[in-house]
C-alpha cells in the first residue's frame, strides 16, 4: 500500500483543463515575440484585434500528443540518472538565490565563488538530493555571465544533472557551449541531457521575448524544459485556489504548445511556482499552506495530461535555521511525496525563495528521506503466518538479532544520519548537546572533506574553463575568481 492524497477529483480537474482551453482559445495570450506569433499562426492560433494570441484546443491536444510522458536527466558518469515521470519524487535545491546564510549567525550576505563551489561539491554527498541547481547567485561575477558562471561551477564541481536557467537571451549560447563541452559533443547531449532549463511565463498570461529566445533555443536543441508558471493568489491570478490553478494551467499549456509546435516531441515537464498573496506584507510565501495547495494541485493537473511535473515545494520562508524552517519545509516535503510530485524544487531555501543555506540543505537531505520512506508505505515480509516469530520473541524476550531482524531492519527502517537527534538525553549530553545547527555544521564540513572531483572525461575541466574565460573576457574580466580548494 503506497499512501498518497488528491485535492482534486477527476470531475474538477476536468472542468479546470476545459476552461483554462477555453481562455486559451478565446482570450489567448500575449506573446511579445513576432518570430512566435507568426509560427503559431501558421499552425491554425489566431490574433486578437488587441493583440493577444490566442491557442484553439486543436493545437493543445497535437502538443499533448507529441510531449514525452517521460524526461531524462544524466549526470557525469554513470550513477546520477533521474526519469521524471516514472512515478518516483525527485528533490532539487531551489534555485537563484540572491543571498547565502551563514551559521551560526544567520547573516545573509552576497555569495561568493567560494561559496557556489562548497555548495556544489555538497551537493555530491546528499544521497537524498537527486540533481544540482544553479542555486547561488555569486555576486564576484558581472552579470552579464552570472547563468553561464553558475552552470560552469556546477559542470566542474558537482557530478548530478542540473536544474538551470538563463534571465536573458545572450547567456544561452554560452550554456550550451557548456553542456556541449561536458557531454562531449552536441548529439551526445541530446541523448544524454545533462541539464534542464526552467523557462517562465509572466502572469498574467504572458511571455516575454527573454523568455522566448532561450526557451526556443532549449527545445530546438533538444535540451529539456521545465514550464513554471508563477500565478499569486489574490495578486495576479484569482484570490481562489481553483481559479489560480485554473489560470496557471493556461500559461503552462501556453508553453507546453508553443515548445512542442517549434520541435515536436521536445522533453517538457509541466512545473510550477504558485503561490499565495499575503496582502497584509505584500510578500509571497512558499511555506504557506495554500502555496503547498496550490503546488500539489497544479501537479495533479499535470499528471491528468500525462506530462512530468515540477513545484517548488519543502522549503521555508523563515530567515534561518529554526523551527519554522522545519515544519514549512517538512510539511512541504511530505505533502510532495504523498502527491507525487515528480521534481521538488526546494531544499536548501529560506527567506522567500531568496537565501541559500548550507547546514539546511543537510538537514532537508533527512527530510528528504524520510518523506521517500513514507512514499514506499507498507507491505508484508514475512509476515504471515507471525505465529512463529512471536514465540521467537517469547523465547529469547527480544528480536534484536534474529534472522527475520537481520534480514529486514534496513528496508523497514531508515536510518537517518546523526544531523538528526535520536540519542537519549545522557548520550546526547556526553555528546556536547549539540543543536541541530551544530550537527547540521558538522555534517557539512565532513562532506566537503569527503569530495571527490567528478568523473570527467581528460581535458573536459580545462575544455570548460577556456569556455567560460573566454565569456568573462568579453564581459570585461581579465580573470575568473579564484576558489581554493578550502573556500
Known amino acids: 500500500m503506497q499512501p498518497g492524497m488528491n485535492l482534486?477529483?477527476?470531475?474538477?480537474?476536468?472542468?479546470?483543463?476545459?476552461?483554462?482551453?477555453?481562455?486559451?482559445?478565446?482570450?489567448?495570450?500575449?506573446?511579445?515575440?513576432?518570430?512566435t506569433v507568426e509560427m503559431l499562426h501558421g499552425h491554425g492560433a489566431h490574433v486578437r484585434p488587441d493583440g493577444r494570441l490566442c491557442i484553439p484546443g486543436v493545437l493543445v491536444d497535437r502538443a499533448l500528443e507529441s510531449a514525452p510522458p517521460i524526461v531524462r536527466l544524466e549526470g557525469i558518469g554513470e550513477h546520477h540518472r533521474l526519469e521524471l515521470g516514472d512515478g518516483r519524487v525527485h528533490f532539487t535545491p531551489g534555485s537563484a538565490a540572491l543571498s547565502i546564510v551563514d551559521w551560526p549567525s544567520g547573516e545573509a550576505r552576497t555569495p561568493t565563488t567560494g561559496d557556489y563551489v562548497r555548495y556544489a561539491r555538497l551537493v555530491d554527498g546528499l544521497t537524498q538530493i537527486d540533481s544540482q541547481s544553479t542555486a547561488l547567485i555569486p555576486g564576484d561575477v558581472p552579470e552579464a555571465v552570472s547563468d553561464s558562471y553558475r552552470l560552469y561551477l556546477s559542470l566542474l564541481h558537482g557530478s548530478k544533472p542540473v536544474v538551470t536557467g538563463t534571465f536573458s537571451p545572450a547567456g544561452y549560447p554560452v550554456m550550451r557551449e557548456l553542456l556541449v563541452t561536458a557531454r562531449g559533443g552536441a548529439e551526445a547531449l541530446r541523448r544524454r541531457p545533462l541539464a534542464m532549463f526552467t523557462v517562465c511565463p509572466t502572469s498574467p498570461l504572458a511571455w516575454t521575448r527573454e523568455a522566448l529566445d532561450p526557451f526556443l533555443r532549449c527545445v530546438e536543441?533538444?535540451?529539456?524544459?521545465?514550464?513554471?508558471?508563477?500565478?499569486?493568489?489574490?495578486?495576479?491570478?484569482?484570490?481562489?485556489?481553483v481559479g489560480t490553478v485554473t489560470q496557471h494551467t493556461v500559461e503552462v499549456l501556453s508553453g507546453i504548445v508553443i515548445g512542442q509546435l517549434a520541435a515536436p516531441g521536445a522533453p517538457m515537464v509541466y512545473g510550477s511556482a504558485a503561490a499565495a498573496f499575503d496582502v497584509r506584507f505584500g510578500s509571497t510565501p512558499m511555506g504557506a499552506v495554500e502555496t503547498m495547495m496550490l503546488a500539489c494541485a497544479v501537479s495533479e493537473i499535470g499528471r491528468y495530461l500525462g506530462l512530468p511535473t515540477q513545484a517548488y515545494i519543502g522549503l521555508s520562508d523563515s530567515k534561518v535555521l529554526d523551527a519554522q524552517a522545519g515544519w514549512e519545509t517538512g510539511m512541504g516535503a511530505t505533502l510532495a511525496a504523498l502527491s507525487g510530485i515528480h521534481q521538488c524544487s526546494g531544499p536548501g531555501m529560506l527567506d522567500l525563495l531568496s537565501g541559500q543555506s548550507l547546514e539546511k540543505l543537510v538537514?532537508?537531505?533527512?527530510?528528504?528521506?524520510?518523506?521517500?520512506?513514507l512514499r514506499q508505505g507498507m507491505e508484508p515480509r514475512e509476515d504471515f503466518p507471525l505465529m512463529p516469530l512471536m514465540e521467537e520473541m517469547l523465547k529469547e524476550g527480544h528480536l534484536l538479532i534474529s534472522d527475520h531482524s537481520r534480514r529486514h531492519l534496513r528496508a523497514e527502517h531508515l536510518m537517518t544520519h546523526p544531523v538528526v537527534d535520536r540519542l537519549p538525553r545522557p548520550r546526547w549530553t556526553e555528546d556536547g548537546s549539540a543543536s541541530l545547527g551544530e550537527r547540521a555544521r558538522r555534517r557539512v564540513e565532513s562532506l566537503l572533506a569527503e569530495h571527490t572531483a567528478p568523473p570527467h572525461e581528460a581535458g573536459v575541466p580545462e575544455a570548460l574553463a577556456e569556455v567560460m574565460a573566454a565569456a568573462a573576457r568579453s564581459a570585461g574580466m581579465d580573470a575568473l575568481p579564484e576558489a581554493p580548494v578550502g573556500a
Open 363 to 373: 538537514v532537508d537531505n533527512e527530510i528528504c528521506g524520510s518523506v521517500r520512506r
Open 8 to 35: 482534486l477529483d477527476d470531475a474538477l480537474k476536468g472542468r479546470i483543463v476545459d476552461e483554462a482551453r477555453k481562455i486559451l482559445a478565446d482570450l489567448g495570450v500575449a506573446v511579445a515575440s513576432p518570430e
Open 221 to 241: 536543441d533538444g535540451v529539456p524544459v521545465e514550464v513554471v508558471a508563477m500565478p499569486l493568489a489574490g495578486f495576479v491570478a484569482p484570490v481562489t485556489l
